[in-house]
């Protein structure tokens, strides 16, 4: 069974620096989609960055990047440029590839908190 | 185009109750997931349907029903409610049965009193 572990459960961090959040998985899987999801103090969960685990390069949307290792079964989100509207809670998700399921197993998550 | 919608947003009921929450996906989406939120547990898998069918199940006890209709709405029921069954279910949909792109609804916050 795969499994997602974020080890931050918060993390503060100044406005306009930058900012990674940890998180480790387990699977027997060669192929797999990881994602990382926002869901701010409204509740409405976003989804912010996803990484093809068959594609090597790093996954960057605007100034949130990815740091995937397939190794080590390591996907950190990097932020940069931190700003009040990033302060949310944060979760890892993992996904199986192929039409068999869409089923989403997530993190614990990390709590970030962008102070002005 | 409109998002994922879920009825009621808040909800409060008392033990050994029943409930039923709905979802309307974004239209033209066919696949619809549950999960359930709690400060203990996270977030879990519920259930998740495509085209009317239940494709997978996670690890809750047989008192979780859902179902989907024809217009891809879906509805989830919990029969006979116990305290630990406050929390914020979520409803997420995709447009097809192999879609990482999911997209959230609000959610609907169950308290069990």
């Known amino acids: 069974a795969q499994t997602v572990t974020q080890s931050q459960p918060e993390m503060s961090v100044q406005e306009a620096e930058t900012v990674t959040l940890s998180c480790t998985y387990d699977t027997s899987e060669n192929n797999y989609y990881l994602f990382w999801y926002k869901q701010p103090p409204s509740r409405q969960m976003i989804l912010v960055i996803r990484q093809e685990a068959y594609k090597q390069q790093n996954a960057t949307e605007n100034r949130f990047s990815v740091n995937f290792q397939k190794a080590a079964k390591s996907f950190s989100l990097k932020i940069s440029d931190s700003q009040l509207g990033d302060t949310a809670m944060y979760f890892c998700?993992?996904?199986?590839?192929?039409?068999?399921?869409?089923?989403?197993?997530f993190g614990t998550g990390t709590l970030l908190a962008v102070q002005p | 185009k409109a998002g994922v919608t879920q009825t009621p947003r808040y909800l409060i009921k008392t033990r050994g109750q029943q409930v039923t929450l709905s979802c309307s996906p974004i239209s033209g989406h066919r696949s619809v997931s549950w999960y359930q939120q709690t400060p203990g547990q996270g977030l879990q898998f519920l259930f998740e349907y495509f085209s009317e069918t239940q494709r997978n199940k996670g690890n809750f006890p047989g008192r979780f029903s859902g179902r989907q209709f024809s217009n891809s709405r879906s509805e989830m029921n919990v029969s006979t409610l116990e305290l630990g069954d406050s929390a914020l279910y979520l409803c997420?949909?995709?447009?097809?049965?192999?879609?990482?792109?999911?997209?959230f609804g609000p959610g609907t916050r169950l308290t069990v009193t």
């Open positions: 997420a949909s995709s447009l097809s049965a192999d879609s990482y792109e999911q997209y």
């Open positions: 998700a993992f996904r199986s590839y192929g039409g068999a399921t869409n089923k989403l197993i």
